[in-house]
């Protein structure tokens, strides 16, 4: 160390020592570029929290330290179908549910388990690394749990037999867990770890209503017990951006469920697919409104409180009476920067111990109508990282126990 930068270190005893080592170091690769020396920028306060490299506790992270290597996700179909769909609760489903039961990507229901497995592995077979550790069978399309233990106990018990299988995961309606089902799920347990993934959406009545959600939240409530006291894991998935919810609202949901006993969550933005009745409820208000993504997004930030919009109350609400308020806001159009503030104070009011399964989603591209920012996947995510090293927040920063 030469005598002048001994000096400018001297200025400064007080610093810590990785702030002196930083100015040294910038100090002499400026002299090296043969710049003059006019002022060292102090490194930038780096107190994010990382897991591995991203500042939240991500299903990827959580897997490599539970199963000792990368974890691929299988989508599969148990051949189920909805009672959302099929006159049991409603005919015609949640507004936002593709005609492939929110499981467009899963294998045919028409192939037996084995044939599913196999198909899907050949679908992941590109991702694969080096440390990859094992398959989830993920039942994914439609209730999961919608349908007599005699068919689907052997299905999944096949599934969670097979060696590449680290875990069952299966996705379902918390009004789809009968003592039956219960019973069944825990003998899964025992041969490799079950999680149940619910999608609960909000936990506001009016929008559930709205979306044709077709069951209350004390519903919900309840299978998370049940679930919690019977051992399995429980994942729960919110979608952010559903009608009439502005920012404040999806966070209240985030918010009520990070004081339960859940163990992970699946954060996703709301996908306009084609074929469903939320497409058809989108193009009218497009109509009505012109674009879009002027009328909601015209803003700088995301709505910070419920008071900033008209919020409707579709409480009573029906297929034949939903339909567009004049002056309501229907779908608040965010856009990506938009989104990646919102995921960014969701990720932070959340605790550690909740994994964040999805920060974003995958739509098929061809349904996808809007937003169709989100199909550039690596796009999103680089935002959403950008977004949180501009912020400094990590997982659980904002978190309060109750
Ligand atoms: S509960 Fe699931 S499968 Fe059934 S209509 Fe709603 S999103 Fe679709």
Redesign the pocket.
Known sequence: MSGQSRAILQMFPALPAEWLRYFYRSYVSSRKDGAAVQMVQPAPEVHQKLWGDKPYNSIDFHMKQRFGGKVMRLSLSSGCS?P??DGKVSTG??IF?SEG??GDFAESAQLDVHEQIEAAKKRVSRKLSSNFAGYIAYFQS??NTYGPVERLEPLFTTAAMREDILAVSIAT?PDCLPDDILQMLVRLNKIKPVMIEL?LQTIHESTAAYIN?GYALDVFDDAVKRLKRAGLEVIVHVIIGLPGENAAMTEATVSYLSHMDIDGIKLQLLHVLKGTELCRLYEAQAQRDGCLCKKASGKDAPFESEDQYEIPDHSAASEQTRSIQPGSIFIPYYSLEEYAEIIVRLVSILPERIVIHRITGDAPKKLLVSPMWSADKKRVLNTISAAFRKSGHYQGDAFHEQ
């Open positions: 909805c959302n769909r489903g949640c549910c039961g929110s439609f209730t309606r999608g959600r």
